[in-house]
């Protein structure tokens, strides 16, 4: 991982995406079954269960006081869990903490308040009860939108730039990962697909992408070419995967996912070439376990990008490029729960962009155990 000591501590946060595993039970929704008969279900309530035991008493999680992204996260994955409400108080005192941060521009101030806001607004929509968080939200979108690279800073659809988010401020270089979680909240937030912020994340997202084609004019594009994604596509592109010897740079899961799910949320249809593309690459490099092009590294972060993205996808099933069908769900849940402590938390012993963090994976976990509910 050389260009990870180049890297910001939230940068590595943030990096830090069938058919019989189903049953219906008398009292219980269903619920995707992993070892030994572990449901998914089961695995929520211990993991909500160790959060609960982690909240600060002024509502945060991990020691955030400057930087809410820890704390936004967290709520989201709770109330994605539905073992958790809004109304509850481990719920309205992580809202009161990050609404502490809002400013009059609609955004969070700290340092990383791309990032901050966009994870929050999708935590004040899962509570947004009776419209009591209207304000706050359409106040978030707007600050997004401001902070996405565009003509407004002189970047045009011919710069690399543009389109893209990076974590905060105009002087940090967009990347994917930030963009992916702008173009969510922006999406799980109510914005159409043909939305002008959403479109043009997509002029950023396509050069993000090794496919050579009309929509990726970067001289890295054709050289490795498989479809996959990498990290930007700004100052000339970089991967955490590394570089080809003829200079291409690799492209690993977690992005490629996360590119996949933003490419869907900016109405591009299953023949598009792009999706296409990334979906052979899903084909070829189906895994739950690891982090495909970056084995046990950002692995929780791959495991909460995969679940929201298959889920998109709408499909039960995955076969791989040997022919073999995978019940994603199932295998997902069963990841999930070997790798669960005894107290009900996850933790990445490969402790890069973060995955150290007991609150921050096991945030990164519910929310993959969230979307492997299948839909009643």
Same mark, same amino acid.
């Given at each position: 991982?050389?260009?990870?000591?180049?890297?910001?501590?939230?940068?590595?946060?943030?990096?830090?995406?069938?058919?019989?595993?189903?049953?219906?039970?008398?009292?219980?929704?269903?619920?995707?079954?992993?070892?030994?008969?572990?449901?998914?279900?089961?695995?929520?309530?211990?993991?909500?269960?160790?959060?609960?035991?982690?909240?600060?008493?002024?509502?945060?999680?991990?020691?955030?006081?400057?930087?809410?992204?820890?704390?936004?996260?967290?709520?989201?994955?709770?109330?994605?869990?539905?073992?958790?409400?809004?109304?509850?108080?481990?719920?309205?005192?992580?809202?009161?903490?990050?609404?502490?941060?809002?400013?009059?521009?609609?955004?969070?101030?700290?340092?990383?308040?791309?990032?901050?806001?966009?994870?929050?607004?999708?935590?004040?929509?899962?509570?947004?009860?009776?419209?009591?968080?209207?304000?706050?939200?359409?106040?978030?979108?707007?600050?997004?939108?401001?902070?996405?690279?565009?003509?407004?800073?002189?970047?045009?659809?011919?710069?690399?730039?543009?389109?893209?988010?990076?974590?905060?401020?105009?002087?940090? $270089?967009?990347?994917?990962?930030? @963009?992916?979680?702008?173009?969510?909240?922006?999406?799980?937030? #109510? +914005?159409? *697909? /043909? %939305? !002008?912020?959403?479109?043009?994340?997509?002029?950023?997202?396509?050069?993000?992408?090794?496919?050579?084609?009309?929509?990726?004019?970067?001289?890295?594009?054709?050289?490795?070419?498989?479809?996959?994604?990498?990290?930007?596509?700004?100052?000339?592109?970089?991967?955490?995967?590394?570089?080809?010897?003829?200079?291409?740079? $690799?492209?690993?899961?977690?992005? @490629?996912?996360?590119?996949?799910?933003?490419?869907?949320?900016? #109405? +591009?249809? *299953? /023949? %598009? !070439?792009?999706?296409?593309?990334?979906?052979?690459?899903?084909?070829?490099?189906?895994?739950?376990?690891?982090?495909?092009?970056?084995?046990?590294?950002?692995?929780?972060?791959?495991?909460?990008?995969?679940?929201?993205?298959?889920?998109?996808?709408?499909?039960?099933?995955?076969?791989?490029?040997?022919?073999?069908?995978?019940?994603?769900?199932?295998?997902? @849940?069963?990841?999930?729960?070997?790798?669960?402590?005894?107290? #009900?938390?996850?933790?990445?012993?490969?402790?890069?962009?973060?995955?150290?963090?007991?609150?921050?994976?096991?945030?990164?976990?519910?929310?993959?155990?969230?979307?492997?509910?299948?839909?009643?």
């Amino acid at each position: 991982m050389p260009l990870s000591r180049h890297l910001s501590r939230r940068e590595c946060l943030v990096h830090g995406v069938q058919a019989f595993g189903l049953m219906a039970l008398a009292s219980r929704p269903i619920v995707s079954r992993g070892a030994e008969g572990t449901t998914a279900a089961d695995l929520m309530a211990k993991g909500v269960d160790f959060l609960r035991s982690r909240q600060a008493e002024d509502g945060s999680w991990s020691g955030n006081r400057k930087e809410p992204g820890i704390t936004a996260l967290v709520v989201t994955a709770l109330l994605r869990s539905k073992r958790v409400t809004p109304a509850e108080p481990i719920v309205t005192k992580a809202l009161a903490f990050l609404e502490g941060f809002l400013t009059p521009t609609g955004g969070l101030s700290e340092a990383h308040s791309n990032y901050s806001t966009s994870i929050a607004i999708m935590a004040f929509q899962e509570a947004n009860k009776g419209g009591r968080y209207d304000s706050i939200i359409k106040g978030g979108q707007e600050f997004l939108k401001t902070m996405q690279w565009d003509t407004s800073e002189g970047k045009g659809p011919g710069d690399a730039f543009y389109g893209g988010a990076g974590y905060g401020g105009k002087n940090n $270089r967009p990347d994917l990962s930030n @963009t992916a979680f702008m173009m969510e909240a922006l999406h799980d937030t #109510g +914005l159409p *697909a /043909d %939305d !002008p912020a959403l479109q043009r994340a997509l002029v950023f997202v396509s050069r993000c992408q090794n496919l050579k084609s009309e929509f990726n004019d970067q001289p890295w594009a054709e050289k490795v070419n498989d479809g996959g994604f990498i990290y930007t596509a700004a100052n000339g592109g970089s991967t955490f995967a590394g570089n080809t010897e003829n200079g291409g740079l $690799r492209s690993y899961a977690a992005m @490629t996912y996360a590119g996949l799910k933003s490419m869907i949320y900016a #109405g +591009l249809a *299953a /023949d %598009d !070439p792009r999706v296409k593309a990334a979906n052979a690459y899903i084909t070829k490099h189906y895994s739950l376990d690891e982090n495909p092009g970056l084995g046990q590294k950002g692995l929780f972060y791959y495991y909460q990008t995969f679940a929201k993205t298959m889920a998109l996808l709408g499909k039960p099933t995955v076969v791989d490029a040997s022919g073999k069908s995978h019940d994603w769900r199932a295998e997902l @849940t069963a990841a999930l729960a070997k790798r669960q402590e005894a107290n #009900g938390s996850w933790t990445n012993p490969a402790d890069s962009f973060m995955e150290g963090d007991p609150n921050l994976v096991t945030a990164y976990a519910l929310l993959a155990l969230a979307y492997a509910q299948p839909k009643a």
